[in-house]
């Protein structure tokens, strides 16, 4: 985030404007004086425009060197034309005699604002991403922190935009700014290979005793409508069936936790997910694929002295758990142990609202405690107080290890971040959470 650096400013006095990378918007402009940029002209308001013209989807930021004076600020724009007179800007404004301001604002007028303390060294940015605007702080030798965000779902953000800078006093000595490039909005996304595969059932993980897995499918049977006399034959499909084909697998005879204790008993139904990470172990937004199916079959074989099981499913209509016929989803939580709340930023699991509710899957391979309840939850800002709870996406208590799937009610509007939530008595819990668009 604000890693592309556009102007360092470390160059001999010159301007306005700060150099040819620059325009100058009104009758003040922004000089280089000793190695930082300040305002040309004392007492007015210095405006400058970076020439690069970015997508609707870009960042700006500033390091602030020397701070404005008291009752003054330094501003950053986005999403500019060449004029200024359309934007997004943050106001960063000193306030000696009570507390500094950073404020969220367009060319119609105030959004939302924040209070901090302003210290040199510090930078402010603003990263505006499809309908999202985030306003960002980092100290000096720091981390960025989410201070103020707003979502607007009438706002055009595909068009492009400048990137700007006003000031009234103070110096900047580092300008950034860079394009964001959209991709499909679901999560991690790349070729892998097998080994970064886990395998999930029962609440177990058998990644250890997996060999093969395999095929992942979900298939739609057809109906044949067609008549002897119709000319051209139709077809209504059917509820889709998915499995996961056949595991083979190294015979564990584990008490309780080996291939042979969770799996051995055929003509049972399974909640299984197998979480494909992408070049490494599977992280919060790699692709996931949930499925309920009937384990058919289960067998111990001989291969040059290795005793290898043999596992077959079948395909059991999912719709028939959760009402809907989706299997691919991005995993929230990646058998990760958690002791507490979430209060940490979810997936930008897509860009944007769908309105087709959510299937919910969990693996619960650890627990010390009372109960837990595993949820859902999605947000159209991705921060902590954005966080809500997706209705009907929630496991109900629970008390012990185990898996299960769950499902939304089907128009249900699901908003674009989502991550994991855990509340209940406990002290520990180690999961897995899938949540799957419909």
């Known amino acids: 985030m604000f890693d592309t650096i556009s102007d360092g400013f470390g160059r001999a006095n010159m301007g306005p404007p700060p150099s040819g990378d620059w325009t100058t918007v009104g009758s003040y402009g922004l000089a280089i004086n000793t190695l930082v940029c300040v305002n040309y002209s004392a007492g007015e308001l210095g405006v400058a425009r970076y020439n690069t013209l970015y997508t609707g989807n870009c960042e700006v930021a500033a390091r602030i060197s020397v701070l404005p004076a008291d009752g003054k600020s330094i501003y950053l724009l986005a999403r500019a034309n060449a004029g200024l007179t359309t ?15 950073v404020t969220l604002t367009s060319n119609v007028g105030p959004i939302v ?6 210290v040199a060294g510090d930078t402010f940015g603003m990263r505006l991403f499809g309908k999202s605007i985030e306003v960002y702080q980092c100290p000096s030798g720091g981390s960025y922190t989410m201070i103020a965000s707003q979502y607007n779902a009438a706002d055009v953000n595909s068009l492009t935009g400048y990137v700007a800078m006003k000031m009234q006093s103070g110096a900047v000595d580092l300008f950034f700014s860079k394009n964001i490039l959209i991709t499909d909005g679901y999560g991690t996304q790349g070729r892998t290979v097998g080994k970064f595969a886990r395998v999930y059932a029962a609440g177990y993980d058998i990644s250890g005793d997996t060999k093969t897995i395999g095929p992942l499918s979900a298939e739609f049977e057809q109906a044949n409508l067609a008549s002897m006399v119709d000319a051209v034959k139709g077809y209504l499909p059917n509820h889709a069936t998915a499995s996961i084909g056949a595991l083979n697998g190294i015979f564990n005879n584990a008490a309780t936790t080996g291939l042979n204790a969770v799996l051995a008993g055929p003509g049972v139904k399974r909640h299984v997910v197998v979480a494909l990470g992408m070049r ?9 694929f ?43 939580n990646a058998n990760v142990q958690r002791t507490g709340a979430n209060t940490a930023t979810g997936i930008d699991d897509i860009l944007g609202v769908t309105a087709n509710g959510l299937v919910m899957a969990w693996q619960l391979t650890q627990f010390s405690g009372t109960n837990i309840t595993l949820t859902a939850q999605h947000a159209d800002v991705n921060a902590n107080a954005s966080f809500a709870n997706i209705t009907g996406a929630t496991s109900g208590a629970l008390t012990a290890i185990g898996a299960g799937t769950v499902g939304t009610a089907g128009g249900l509007a699901i908003k674009r971040y989502l991550r994991w939530q855990a509340s209940g008595v406990y002290t520990s819990a180690t999961f897995v959470l899938v949540a799957i668009r419909a």
């Open 87 to 101: 934007y997004y800007q943050i106001e960063i404004n000193r306030d000696d005699a009570g507390d500094d301001v």
């Open 113 to 118: 604002s924040a209070t901090v303390t302003l």
């Open 280 to 288: 490494a172990a599977p992280a919060m937004g790699d692709p996931a």
């Open 290 to 332: 949930v499925v309920t199916c009937n384990q058919l079959d289960y067998g111990v074989t001989e291969a040059a002295g290795a005793v290898i099981a043999n596992v077959k499913f079948g395909g059991l209509s999912q719709p028939d758990e959760v009402g809907f016929a989706a299997f691919w989803g991005h995993v929230l």
